[in-house]
């Protein structure tokens, strides 16, 4: 089961990401059902399959070629500007259940979803839940009070940043530290913490921003603060329970 799963994801990523270029999918999305290069993209499919399964199950491969031609049909008719970055995870959601059903139907396998919801899983994903999501709600309304002086004091010529770029680096650093405190690599977090310093010291430096400045210094040790706080916790209730 494990061996024909590992070869239909393979020849998926091979067909979906490695072997398409960049102007096959603008083609695709402008030309629709048009496009020549959806075709390529179905061929190339099709090619991985038949090698990396040895020229084999030939109705298997049958099967996985026309699902992925019609669930890229169908996200190539629903695309727009907006919707297109949802659209690709629905794709590669309906891509994968095509293969994972197909592995079902050649060697059905169990799901034990007591396991999955077993309490060692469950304590994992609220405390992923907290670092990323929670813990920035957090932060936001202990720093609510600073918000406002320093969007006024922001100079409008220096540009501002990209959408939602904030709490994205955020969650980002406080998933690593929680990872490295889960690992054991308390080392790792002080080399994340000098890089971040590194990248914000010549933003702060320029703008010459105290305000700014002290936000920053704030917001970076609060997050920090917190992931700490959440690993340090989790790695003492795993341990007890």
């Known amino acids: 089961m494990t061996l ?30 048009k496009s020549k290069y959806l075709y390529w993209h179905i061929g190339v499919h099709l090619i991985a399959l038949l090698v990396l399964l040895q020229f084999q199950h030939f109705g ?15 996200k190539l008719a629903f695309s727009t500007k907006k919707n297109y970055r949802w659209l690709f995870v629905v794709d590669q959601i309906l891509h994968l259940s095509v293969i994972v059903a197909i592995v079902y139907w050649i060697t059905p396998f169990e799901l034990d979803f ?33 918000i406002e002086e320093i969007v006024k004091d922001d100079d409008p010529k220096e540009g501002g940043s990209l959408k939602n770029a904030g709490k994205y680096i955020g969650m980002l650093e406080r998933l690593f ?6 690992i054991g690599q308390w080392a790792a977090i002080g080399l994340l913490i000098a890089a971040k310093s590194v990248f914000r010291f ?25 992931a700490i706080l959440a690993g340090l916790t989790y790695d003492y209730l795993a341990e007890i329970s």
């Open 177 to 182: 530290v929680f990872g490295f405190i889960m």
């Open 60 to 74: 298997l491969i049958a099967i996985i070629i026309v699902t992925h031609y019609l669930i890229d049909l169908g």
């Open 4 to 33: 024909l799963a590992l070869k239909l994801i393979l020849a998926h990523f091979i067909g979906d990401f490695v072997l398409q270029p960049g102007h096959w999918v603008d083609d695709k999305l402008e030309k629709k059902w």
């Open 202 to 226: 010549g933003d702060l430096n320029k703008g010459k921003n105290r305000k700014l400045t002290e936000y920053v210094l704030i917001g970076t040790l609060l997050s920090f603060g917190l």
């Open 114 to 146: 007591q396991n999955i919801f077993g309490q060692e899983n469950l304590l994992l994903i609220t405390f992923l839940v907290f670092v990323t999501y929670v813990s920035g709600i957090i932060m936001r309304m202990l720093l609510a009070p600073y």
